[in-house]
Each structure stands twice: as structure tokens, then as C-alpha cells.
């Protein structure tokens, strides 16, 4: 096997909870997966409307269900890094914390043939020295959210969609889980309301100003043994 690379771009930002841009858009960004029957779900509704998003995977979940990671990449969608198994961070010790991290580099590079650019740590708990170590030894920088529907509180589909509706903003970071059949059931009139606030959908690398996320010089072929070939 090859060894996983490291992550050549170097970037000044180390962590962001939303954009200063002047593009109408946002980006939407599902936090837990892949979960076995919501996040295919949700990749039909995202496909219906020709939507991509990001997906904050935890490296576990990677493990069980990589042929859900290689849909989300032929449809598009960028993958960041959710940690192995979802801990509070901000209570690991160095070692521990860049294992959490490292770990799921390893898993969506191998399982897709492309690393996440950028880190959303567990409910968004990161000590600033911490980030500054993510951002100085690994180049991976930490994304918070601007607009947060509290969708893990099951508030309910439309709730939710409005919530995210009325959050969004130009440069908004909008946090939803794709473990939740109403965060699923919400999306489609959350596309809809965002949209007609004349906001479009990027996704994370794409709203930060970076070339489009994803593996380079791969296609997607479906044959069933190998996922990806060289392009
Ligand atoms: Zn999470």
C-alpha cells in the first residue's frame, strides 16, 4: 500500500466559523455519517437539486460503509475529517488528539484516493492550541458553523428548515447531521428557502476560495472490484 500522503497546500486560515465573501452562497455541511439508510437518502434529495455539500465523516463509520463514501465523491460532494470516534477533543492529550484526526485522513484517503482539506472537531469542541497544531503539523484547518438549526435536538422537519432558511447569510457555514430522518425530510424545503433568498450551495473548499475538492485524475467506474482508476 502505498503511504498516505501529506497535504501539500499550505493555507493561512486556521479556523473559521463562516466566510467574509461576497459570493452568494453557502455551504451545507452534514456532520456523523455515513450512516447506512439516511445518508443515501440524503444524496437523492442533494442529486434532485443538483446541491453539493460536505460531509464531516467519522473515520468509523468510513470503515463500515465505504461504498456510501464513494457515492458522495462521484456525486461531487467534498468530505472533511470528523475524527475516528467522535471524542471531545479539547480533553485529549496531543498524541491521542492527532491520532483522532490522522486515523480518518487514513481511511477517506484509502477509500476514495483523495484527504479532507479541512476538520470539524465533535460538538465544536477544540482548544485554540489544539487548532493551531491541527493547522501547523497536519495544514488541515478547523470548521466550526455559523448557523446551527439544532437539528439533534429533534425539533422536527420544518423547524429545522427554517431555522437553516432564516440562518443563512452569504459565506454561512450551516451545521446539520445526516443521522436523523427529519434533518433528512428538512432538506429539501432548506434548499428551497435558501435558494430563494437568491443564495447558491458550495461546498467548504469552494466557499474558502480553494480549487474544487476531490481526487485528481481519478474517475469513478463501476465496475464492482475496483472503485477508482487513473483518469
Ligand atoms: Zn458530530
Redesign the pocket.
Known sequence: MPPVPALSRSHDVVSVNDVRTSRAAVALTF??GPHPTHTPMLLDILARYNVKATF?V?GQNVRRYPEILHRMVAEGHEVGN??WT?PTLSRLGNGSFLREIDRTQEIVWRTVGALPATM?P??GAITSRQSHMLHDQRNIPTIIWSVDPQDWRRPGSSVVADRMVRGAQPGSVILA?DIHGPTIRAIPAAIEGIASRGLGFVTMSQLLGWRQWGPRGLRVVSAPTSSFQRG
Open positions: 456532520d456523523d464531516y467519522i470528523h475524527t467522535h470539524r465533535p460538538y447531521h
